[in-house]
C-alpha cells in the first residue's frame, strides 16, 4: 500500500462545476498536508497546505482534513480550462521531514 | 511564496560526461533542499535531502556517487550528473523548504531538462 493515494484519473469535468480531488494517507501521525498543481512540462506549484481539521478556502479552492478518516481534498469552484492538469496531494510527519508526494490526478477542465 | 530557481532550465551533454545543475533559494534562506526526479507521464522521485553544511541524505536505490549534491550556503544546493548516460535523461527538479513559513512549506525550482545522448 502507498502511503499516500491519489486516484490517477483522468477527472474530467464541465467548465464552471465543481472539481473535486481526494487523498488518503496511511501514516496517522502526519501534521501537514499540501496540494500541488502541476502543468505538463512543469514543475509543481504550491495552491493550499492545512494543517488542522476542517476546510481551508482560498479564493475557488477549498483543502478539507479529515485526520481521523485520513483523508485530505481538494475542491476547486467554478472550474476553468486553466486549472486543467495534474493536482499532487502531499503528506508531512514532521516539519523538518520530507514530504511524501502521491501519484497525482490529472484533470481535464472542458469548455 | 518564496522563490527557487534552477540553472540551467535545459541542457544536452554527451554521454559519459558530467552536469552540473544549480538550485537557489532567491528570498529566504533554506536549510533544507530536496533532489527530485520526474520522467514522462511518471510521478516525482525524491532522490535526496540537502542538508546545508552537512552530507545528503540519499534516497534508496539512488546512487550518491553518481549523483553528487553540494549544499554549500544557505541559498544554494548543487546536483552534479556523473558520467552521465541517456537513461538519465529526465526532468531534475529542487525544492526548497522555507523556514519562515513554519518550516513547512516546500517550494519548488523551475526543473532542468536534461538530454544525454
Known amino acids: 500500500q502507498k502511503e499516500v493515494e491519489q486516484n490517477s484519473g483522468p477527472l474530467s469535468v464541465p467548465e464552471g462545476a465543481i472539481a473535486s480531488l481526494n487523498c488518503t494517507y496511511s501514516d496517522r501521525g502526519s501534521q501537514s498536508f499540501f496540494w500541488y498543481r502541476q502543468y505538463s512540462g512543469k514543475s509543481p506549484e504550491l495552491i493550499m497546505s492545512i494543517y488542522s481539521n476542517g476546510d481551508k478556502e482560498d479564493g475557488r479552492f477549498t483543502a478539507q482534513l479529515n485526520k481521523a478518516s485520513q483523508y485530505v481534498s481538494l475542491l476547486i469552484r467554478d472550474s476553468q480550462p486553466s486549472d486543467s492538469a495534474t493536482y499532487l496531494c502531499?503528506?508531512?510527519?514532521?516539519?523538518?521531514?520530507?514530504?511524501?508526494f502521491g501519484d497525482g490526478t490529472t484533470l481535464t477542465v472542458k469548455p | 511564496g518564496a522563490v527557487v530557481s534552477q540553472h540551467p532550465s535545459w541542457v544536452i551533454c554527451k554521454s559519459g560526461t558530467s552536469v552540473k545543475i544549480e538550485c537557489r533559494s532567491l528570498?529566504?534562506?533554506?536549510?533544507?533542499m530536496f533532489w527530485y526526479r520526474q520522467f514522462p507521464k511518471q510521478s516525482l522521485m525524491l532522490m535526496a535531502t540537502s542538508n546545508e553544511g552537512s552530507k545528503a541524505t540519499y534516497e534508496q536505490g539512488v546512487e550518491k556517487d553518481k549523483f553528487l549534491i553540494n549544499h554549500a550556503s544557505l541559498t544554494l544546493s548543487t546536483l552534479t550528473v556523473t558520467s552521465a548516460h541517456p537513461e538519465d535523461s529526465s526532468f531534475y527538479i529542487c525544492?526548497?523548504?522555507?523556514?519562515?513559513?513554519?518550516?513547512?512549506?516546500?517550494?519548488f525550482g523551475p526543473g532542468t531538462r536534461l538530454t544525454v545522448t
Open positions: 502531499a503528506v508531512k510527519y514532521t516539519n523538518a521531514g520530507k514530504s511524501t
Open positions: 525544492s526548497a523548504r522555507d523556514p519562515g513559513q513554519g518550516g513547512n512549506e516546500q517550494y
Open positions: 528570498d529566504f534562506q533554506a536549510t533544507t
